[in-house]
């Protein structure tokens, strides 16, 4: 079945326009901007056709920008064309494939009107699948949920829209909140389940669901242990995500979410029980005798697709931080004093648009905290991706225009926007040096290097601080003192007039160059509200009923964050009730 839900996917037979094209017989070399550094392809032609394409110089995202340069190449040399289908959740990359190797293909004499035209299509046929389980959304919660229904008895099939696995969890830094004796024994931190239910219903302004809060803070341990069997492996130390308020965040040791997404997407091609349709977009949901029993599709090439369900349908769609007409209908709460429909999102955007929350109360589904949305500092200016330096960790100061640090950069993520907000230009530089990167080449736990992120215009770098302060235009002695002022604060000598508390096995002094500087923005990051489930992951209904045959999991959801999301709260909860849901359905 694997094979056949693969080829729906790619149902449009691709027939090449470009029989006769004559090359000048070589290898042409072209390189261009690509998502986090520049990209160099090698285009080998013969006289006829399109031999290889390799690219020999790329930094892109593991499991998003990897994944499009791998697809796109072998698509030019099927086709041989470059009218070809860009990979749907990284386009950004696609398209910079495309440049390049039309630079290449130019330098080689090719026709370049007959390769960018459009190739003939075969028309998509309407399919109809059964199954025990269809999971709507193939992002971390998606795929937990997938993966635990398998080890529970049930055939799956995952409904992806876009062309590749992962959802927002694939562009996170992967920090996943639990208490864990163990790692946080080792490293001398003292926490509690019951001091991570308290921070995190306090950190949420009080208004999270006590039952949905206690359930995940309980059971969060749990989950990285059941990651831990399929594959993942974690760094032996806990870190504290920006917006944490404690040292308990766990990090994969490759980098970022995508790691949990490479592991689950093997798990997946291993098991029989579980199958993907890929560039496949739910649009409604079935029903029958009031119990939800499958989902209403369309397939790439606008080719209806019905997947029906025996057992359960989970709804694991994301939030919808990437749909302006319902962030400007529900910001109401916290950020109501602000357009957030100006700012940018750190989700991918044609996956946080809100699609299971309509679907569902479309048939009756309650809905709760839908004005709680959050908005993240680590925005980039321009687009609100998270994107080069990271405002996670330690060894950091966050100052504005001028050079003063205005807010403790430990403090909730809420504080931490609206500091921004006050500021002139409401931006920011984080500034780092040598401590978080010891080299140019040094590759940082997203996979980045500060050699691409100045080569890209993302980052200045300068050799010390008097001259990072020339090239940004800040007053280098405000500057210079907020360097001293932070590391007095490290050292112990002084109490931060702004809040910030060192931790002596995690902060050290930033002394020595180079230094680096990274603009930032806030940025729509999170939408805490969603479906209204119960601690079962059942979805219920405007009555307060189960809608039976219905479950949901991750930002899709509603009630666990309150109205403010604690940083490494999102993979924990994505995990812990995605394994939930999965367990629950397979029922």
Not at 137 to 154: C, K, P, Y
Not at 428 to 450: E, K, L
Request: with cysteine; proline share 2%.
């Amino acid at each position: 079945m694997k094979k056949s839900i693969l080829a729906l996917a790619m149902s449009a037979v691709m027939l090449p326009c470009t029989l006769g094209m004559a090359y000048t017989p070589g290898t042409y070399e072209a390189t261009t901007t690509g998502h986090n550094a520049p990209i160099t392809l090698a285009v080998t032609v013969d006289e006829n056709s399109i031999t290889a394409v390799d690219v020999t110089v790329e930094n892109e995202t593991i499991g998003v920008g990897k994944v499009a340069l791998e697809t796109m190449t072998k698509r030019i040399i099927d086709e041989q064309s470059l009218a070809v289908d860009v990979l749907s959740g990284a386009s950004v990359t696609s398209y910079a494939v495309l440049r390049a190797a039309g630079d290449a293909l130019q330098q080689a004499g090719g026709d370049m009107e007959a390769l960018k035209a459009a190739p003939v299509k075969e028309a998509a046929q309407d399919a109809v699948y059964e199954t025990d389980v269809v999971v709507v959304g193939g992002g971390g919660a998606g795929l937990a949920a997938a993966i635990s229904a398998a080890q529970n008895g049930a055939k799956v099939i995952v409904v992806e829209k876009l062309d590749i696995l992962g959802g927002s969890t694939n562009v996170s830094e992967g920090a996943l909140n639990a208490v864990d004796p163990v790692r946080q024994g080792a490293q001398g931190i003292e926490d509690s389940v019951e001091k991570f239910i308290t921070q995190t219903y306090e950190g949420g302004h009080k208004v999270g669901d006590m039952e949905l809060i206690s359930y995940m803070c309980n059971n969060s341990m749990a989950a990285i242990e059941w990651m831990e069997s399929l594959g993942v492996t974690f760094k032996p130390e806990c870190g504290t995500a920006t917006g944490a308020l404690w040292q308990r965040s766990h990090y994969p040791t490759t980098p970022s979410g995508n790691s949990y997404i490479r592991v689950y997407e093997n798990v997946i091609a291993n098991d029989a029980n579980i199958d993907v349709l890929y560039g496949t977009e739910a649009k409604s949901l079935i029903t029958e005798d009031g119990k939800v029993t499958g989902v209403n599709a369309v397939g790439k090439e606008g080719n209806a697709v019905t997947v029906k369900a025996s057992k359960g349908v989970i709804l694991a769609t994301g939030g919808f931080g990437a749909n302006k007409a319902l962030l400007k209908e529900y910001n109401t709460g916290v950020w109501a004093h602000v357009d957030v429909t100006t700012l940018g999102c750190t989700n991918m955007a044609k996956s946080a648009t809100g699609a299971g929350i309509e679907m569902a109360t479309a048939i009756g589904a309650d809905v709760t905290g839908m004005s709680d949305i959050q908005l993240h500092p680590c925005g980039t200016p321009g687009t609100g991706l998270m994107e080069n330096i990271r405002t996670s960790g330690r060894n950091r100061i966050f100052v504005n225009i001028y050079g003063d640090r205005f807010v403790n950069e430990g403090a909730a993520r809420d504080t931490l926007a609206q500091a921004i907000f006050d500021q002139d230009q409401q931006t920011y530089y984080v500034v780092v040096n040598s401590v978080r990167y010891p080299s140019r080449d040094y590759v940082d736990n997203n996979g980045a290097t500060i050699a691409n992120m100045v080569a890209q215009g993302s980052v200045i770098e300068a050799d010390t601080l008097a001259e990072l302060a020339e090239k940004t235009g800040m007053d280098a002695a405000k500057l210079q003192a907020s360097v001293d002022n932070y590391n007095a604060v490290v050292r112990g000598e002084v109490e931060d007039a702004l809040g910030f508390q060192a931790n002596n096995k995690a902060d050290v002094e930033m002394t020595e160059g180079p230094w680096y500087a990274c603009k930032k923005v806030p940025t729509v990051h999170h939408t805490m509200g969603g479906l209204k489930i119960n601690v079962n992951t059942e979805v219920l209904g405007t009555d307060g009923n189960v809608i039976p045959g219905l479950f949901a999991c991750g930002e899709v959801t509603g009630g666990i964050h309150g109205s403010n999301r604690l940083g490494g709260n999102a993979i924990a909860d994505c995990m812990t009730f995605g394994r939930l849901a999965g367990i629950n359905a397979a029922k």
